[in-house]
């Protein structure tokens, strides 16, 4: 059975307004249900235009859950949001639109459970929960500031 470009926008619709989606992911949802470049470029910006999709929205709320709920740094975001085709001015912006705290906020819980598993002397302990913070992501800068303030505790 053939979609119609106005029951692909109706389905489409629905989806973006349960949860924020990009337009690369609509182009993927597109292509799984048949539907030609075409006429997915031209769902895609009458979406954009009705505001369904916006870049900016899906940034922001892509990095609040990853930092939030995943504990992802900057650098793992960024990656993932490239990945999704999110030109990186965009991403930028919305990365620029957090402050160090939040992300040191994201990483200490992390790093304190990280922590309590080593067993190692405390040079090599603080060279670990570098190592791990900076593996999900986060910037040396902000590793070694919660390095160490875990190891004043």
């Not at 030609?36 to 009458?46: E, K």
């Not at 639109?97 to 309590?116: H, Q, S, T, V, Y």
Request: hydrophobic residues 35%; neutral net charge; glycine residues 2%.
């Amino acid at each position: 059975m053939e979609t119609t470009e106005n029951e692909t926008v109706i389905r489409l619709t629905a989806i973006c307004a349960r949860r924020e989606m990009c337009s690369s992911e609509a182009r993927k949802k597109m292509q799984q249900w048949g539907i030609d470049n075409d006429t997915a470029d031209n769902i895609i910006d009458r979406l954009k235009n009705e505001r369904y999709i916006d870049e900016h929205r899906y940034c922001k709320a892509f990095i609040n859950d990853k930092m939030r709920y995943n504990h992802w740094g900057e650098h793992k975001i960024a990656a993932a949001l490239r990945a999704k085709a999110i030109p990186d001015t965009t991403i930028a912006a919305a990365l620029n639109a957090i402050g160090n705290d939040e992300w040191k906020d994201a990483l200490m819980p992390e790093m304190k459970k990280k922590a309590r598993l080593l067993k190692a002397d405390n040079h090599e302990r603080h060279n670990r929960l570098i190592r791990f913070a900076m593996q999900r992501g986060f910037s040396y800068s902000i590793a070694e500031q919660c390095a160490a303030s875990i190891e004043e505790d």
